[in-house]
């Protein structure tokens, strides 16, 4: 059974940090690209990052030079730092391999 497990979310104040875990299992992690989405209400979900197997890494435009993703194979965990946040980050964040997904976590960033 695959389980994508988020983690990490809250509440913090315009120009603070987080960082989201996803911790996953029945998947094999290290051959895996994993993504973080994100979503809020009425909208389609939104790439927010990817990284590659391999380890090479992808940013949407809003938050390149702010969100940082990266792997620990190890841990079979894919993390988002997200640093600078911005109101307009907020969104229920969803981290993915294929065709799987997790039950996402909310980030609110108030002003």
């Keep these: ?11 913090v104040q315009a120009g603070g940090s987080l960082r989201l875990s996803c911790t996953t299992s029945g998947i094999i992690f290290r051959l895996s ?7 809020t209400p009425g909208n389609q979900r939104e790439l927010v990052a990817r990284i590659t197997a391999g380890g090479i890494t992808n940013y949407g435009n809003s938050v ?9 194979n190890a841990k079979n965990t894919v993390y988002l730092q997200m640093n600078s946040l911005k109101p307009e ?17 909310q980030v609110t960033v108030s002003s």
């Design 1 to 11: 059974q695959v389980q994508l497990v988020e983690s990490g979310g809250g509440l």
């Design 89 to 105: 980050d907020t969104a229920v964040y969803y981290c993915a391999s294929s065709i799987f997904w997790g039950q996402g976590t």
């Design 33 to 39: 690209a994993m993504d973080w989405y994100r979503q």
């Design 64 to 72: 390149k030079g702010r969100f940082t993703i990266s792997r620990d």
